[in-house]
């Protein structure tokens, strides 16, 4: 995999009906991180992930270093509609999609290739299942082989550990260290601080605006948790457009944000 560009945010504020629900936020993360994602609820966390995975058009600011085509993206569980009326094998196959297009049909070595990503996450059995009849531990399975068979060289993964077990949290974290081991950019929304401490050395702390970006535990430390609580306790929900000026909001990741107060 490609270790060439980062991927980075400029003044990156984004939102939905003029609303922004993240703002003016600048970093980079190297091609082959591992990184977290870390906020309170509603803190963006979900709005940036969509801007990286080109899901969503920036209202200000920029991604780069990163095209839609190198993105394999899984949303939140809860905005994937498990009643479609789709079998594993065929779920799994549309990690092929970019190699087939619409109307492709998939030749002997991409059908192994969806056996294979079906077996490595322990559904072998289940390929005629449909989805409405999965667990919601074996549905994430599933959307794990998917993003396998995509075969991407930047995976993002919006708390992909909703609802899972022990074990199954356990091999789905063999396959996240596996796309690391391969030099893959691995991006993950989590809200287990203790599983972030763990598993990624880089962490981004978001609420509504960047509170700090780096190293784990230097991100993770009490003074940057609780100033992402009051930055999220403080901000506006109705806010229009923001209207910080991006000079001075467009800092560089580590550094605080402009004071405490009433922000938007
Ligand atoms: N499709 C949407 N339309 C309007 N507002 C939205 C939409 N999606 C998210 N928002 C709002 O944007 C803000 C940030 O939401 P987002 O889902 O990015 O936060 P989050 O950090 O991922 O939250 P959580 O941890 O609860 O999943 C919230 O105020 C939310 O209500």
């Known amino acids: 995999m490609g270790q060439s560009a980062a991927i980075e945010l400029l003044d990156l504020t984004a939102g939905y009906e003029r609303h922004p629900a993240v703002h003016h936020v600048s970093?980079?993360?190297?091609?082959?991180?591992?990184?977290?994602?870390?906020?309170?609820?509603?803190?963006?966390?979900?709005?940036?992930?969509?801007?990286?995975?080109?899901?969503?058009?920036?209202?200000?600011?920029?991604v780069h270093g990163v095209h839609p085509s190198e993105v394999a993206y899984l949303p939140q569980i809860s905005e994937v509609d498990r009643s479609f009326p789709v079998t594993v094998r065929e779920l799994v196959a549309m990690g092929l999609w970019r190699e087939l297009g619409p109307w492709g049909r998939p030749l002997s070595g991409q059908r192994r290739r969806v056996q294979v990503a079906i077996e490595s996450v322990g559904l072998q059995g289940f390929e005629r299942r449909t989805l409405d009849t999965l667990s919601g531990g074996q549905f994430q399975r599933a959307l794990f082989a998917r993003l396998i068979v995509q075969d991407a060289p930047v995976v993002l993964?919006?708390?992909?550990?909703?609802?899972?077990?022990?074990?199954?949290?356990?091999?789905?974290?063999?396959?996240?260290?596996?796309?690391?081991?391969?030099?893959?950019?691995?991006?993950?929304?989590?809200?287990?601080?203790?599983?972030?401490?763990?598993?990624?050395?880089?962490?981004?702390?978001?609420?509504?605006?960047?509170?700090?970006?780096?190293?784990?535990?230097?991100?993770?430390?009490?003074?940057?948790?609780?100033?992402?609580?009051h930055l999220q306790e403080a901000f506006d929900e109705q806010a229009e457009l923001c209207e910080l000026d991006a000079a001075s909001a467009g800092r560089s990741a580590v550094t605080g944000g402009p004071p405490d107060g009433q922000r938007h």
């Open 27 to 62: 970093l980079r993360w190297l091609r082959g991180a591992l990184a977290a994602v870390v906020g309170p609820n509603g803190a963006g966390k979900s709005t940036l992930l969509k801007c990286v995975a080109g899901r969503l058009r920036p209202m200000h600011g920029a």
């Open 157 to 229: 993964l919006d708390e992909p550990f909703t609802g899972v077990d022990t074990r199954t949290l356990q091999e789905l974290l063999c396959i996240l260290r596996r796309w690391h081991d391969e030099g893959r950019t691995v991006i993950v929304v989590l809200h287990d601080l203790a599983l972030v401490r763990a598993v990624f050395p880089t962490t981004t702390l978001l609420a509504r605006e960047l509170v700090a970006h780096g190293p784990t535990e230097e991100v993770l430390s009490e003074a940057n948790l609780l100033r992402a609580r």
